[in-house]
């Protein structure tokens, strides 16, 4: 485990996130990225190495501050989270390396400024509009034994840990929507209507190609008509 735990995690799930964002945007086309990237789980697991690598290098590196949080010494040996090295890895290098365009890269980088930066270690802070960062907690508690009551208060969100009994992740995530990806709800639009045609286009190449004229071949077309029926309900 990492020396500066707190930091690790709390960088550790933003990252997380950020990599779900830029990644489920290229189901939108056009709308979620300009061009189609092949972002994947290898960006983020190098980019967790990397994350890794220098939060342990930091902390041999500083600064003396005249002033200590809770503590009465005159000064302290502060340690440093190197946001704009880490921002610039991630951005320009590990992602930033599938990117060839240059509002695409503005995206990504704009990503980063938001979810990676000093405010997430000092309170609440959202990672989307009502889903706060957690606490540091181990893996088990983001997942099955955190327990985090929607009708608590806002500041108990930095205050996460295993006594409560909600699972955290499926609990306070918000349904997926485009206002996740920083996108307009009409973006969905255009995303629907190419799953709907790909859709009914796989069930009409599955029917039996039955041109017959006879009482099969209205059995066969009564069959296909059911079946888009059946599909379209259930989608």
């Not at 949080?69 to 040996?77: A, E, I, W």
């Not at 930066?117 to 955190?146: R, S």
């Amino acid at each position: 485990m990492c020396t500066r735990e707190n930091e690790f995690k709390s960088i550790l799930f933003a990252l997380c996130y950020f990599h779900a964002a830029v990644a489920e945007r290229r189901k939108f086309g056009p709308q979620g990225w300009n061009r189609s990237y092949p972002f994947n789980t290898g960006d983020l697991t190098i980019s967790v190495n990397v994350l890794y690598n220098y939060l342990e290098a930091s902390t041999k590196h500083g600064r003396w501050s005249s002033g200590c949080p809770n503590s009465f010494m005159p000064s302290c040996f502060v340690l440093q989270v190197p946001y704009d090295d880490l921002r610039y890895l991630f951005g320009e290098i590990m992602y930033g390396g599938h990117i060839t365009d240059d509002w695409d890269r503005r995206l990504c980088k704009t990503y980063l400024e938001e979810f990676i930066k000093p405010e997430m270690l000092e309170g609440e802070f959202l990672l989307a509009p009502g889903f706060p960062l957690p606490a540091n907690m181990d893996y088990n508690g983001y997942h099955q034994h955190c327990k985090l009551y929607r009708q608590s208060a806002p500041d108990s969100v930095s205050n996460l840990n295993l006594n409560f009994s909600v699972q955290y992740i499926d609990d306070a995530l918000p349904p997926e929507s485009p206002y996740l990806y920083g996108l307009h709800p009409n973006a969905e639009i255009g995303f629907l209507t190419q799953t709907s045609e790909k859709l009914f286009r796989t069930v009409l190449e599955m029917q039996p190609r039955d041109t017959s004229v006879g009482e099969g071949g209205v059995g066969t077309r009564d069959k296909t008509v059911r079946a888009l029926e059946e599909a379209a309900v259930e989608f």
